[in-house]
């Protein structure tokens, strides 16, 4: 099946600072790619995604763009906020077709400072 | 619309006890995925129902099962309870199943077992 890596951090950086997050996949084709957001006790929240090769995904000042070549999807974002603190997950169908739910990174837990 | 829910919130059971937990989905959605989360395995995927059938399931034993009802809920089952089964338990959503469909998910039912 399919599999994505991504740094785990966690990661910490002051206000306003930019943002990358790295995630690599490895899959059959051209599967869409996710980023997901788990705020503390919740959920997880779809940020951002992109169907196609080349296709860019970008939500709340987040950007994400399908590398083929590189077979990466990095998140991105040029200034961050502490309420961005979060858990950040990269996401891949496990297989084709949807019936085998998701792939998920390891996450990456996102700490910003004041 | 409201999002998908998922009862109970939190759960504390015994070793060797059974336990129930129950999500609906978003209005209109078909297809219902559960997660598992620990902070050892990360999330992986326990099973997808479509159309109240099982397509697939996940690398689980046999005590975890599901089903899901003609209006879309759906429930998962873990029998004999272990220790190792204490994680926060995820349900997700889709429209149609698809790989390109987003997982909208739910809070989460958080079980403890003792």
């Known amino acids: 099946g399919n599999s994505v890596t991504q740094m785990e951090g966690p990661v910490t950086l002051s206000e306003e600072a930019f943002l990358t997050i790295n995630c690599t996949y490895t899959?059959?084709?051209?599967?869409?790619l996710f980023w997901y957001v788990q705020y503390p006790g919740e959920g997880l929240q779809l940020l951002l995604k992109?169907?196609?090769?080349?296709d860019k995904g970008s939500n709340k000042g987040f950007e994400a763009t399908y590398r083929k070549e590189t077979t990466s999807f990095h998140l991105e974002k040029g200034s961050v906020q502490v309420s961005d603190s979060a858990v950040y997950f990269c996401?891949?169908?496990?297989?084709?077709?949807?019936?085998?739910?998701?792939?998920f990174g390891k996450g990456t837990h996102l700490i910003i400072q004041p | 619309k409201a999002g998908v829910t998922q009862t109970p919130r939190y759960l504390i059971k015994t070793r060797g006890q059974q336990v129930t937990l129950s999500c609906s989905p978003i209005?209109?959605?078909?297809?219902v995925s559960w997660y598992q989360q620990t902070p050892g395995q990360g999330l992986q995927f326990l099973f997808e129902?479509?159309?109240?059938?099982?397509?697939n399931k996940g690398n689980f034993p046999g005590r975890f099962s599901g089903r899901q009802f003609s209006n879309s809920r759906s429930e998962m089952n873990v029998s004999t309870l272990e220790l190792g089964d204490s994680a926060l338990y995820l349900c997700?959503?889709?429209?149609?199943?698809?790989?390109?469909?987003?997982?909208?998910f739910g809070p989460g039912t958080r079980l403890t077992v003792l």
């Open positions: 209005s209109g959605h078909r297809s």
């Open positions: 992109a169907t196609k090769a080349d």
């Open positions: 997700a959503s889709s429209l149609a199943g698809q790989e390109y469909n987003e997982q909208f």
């Open positions: 129902y479509f159309s109240e059938t099982q397509r």
């Open positions: 996401a891949l169908p496990s297989t084709g077709g949807g019936a085998d739910g998701l792939t």
């Open positions: 899959a059959t084709g051209y599967p869409s």
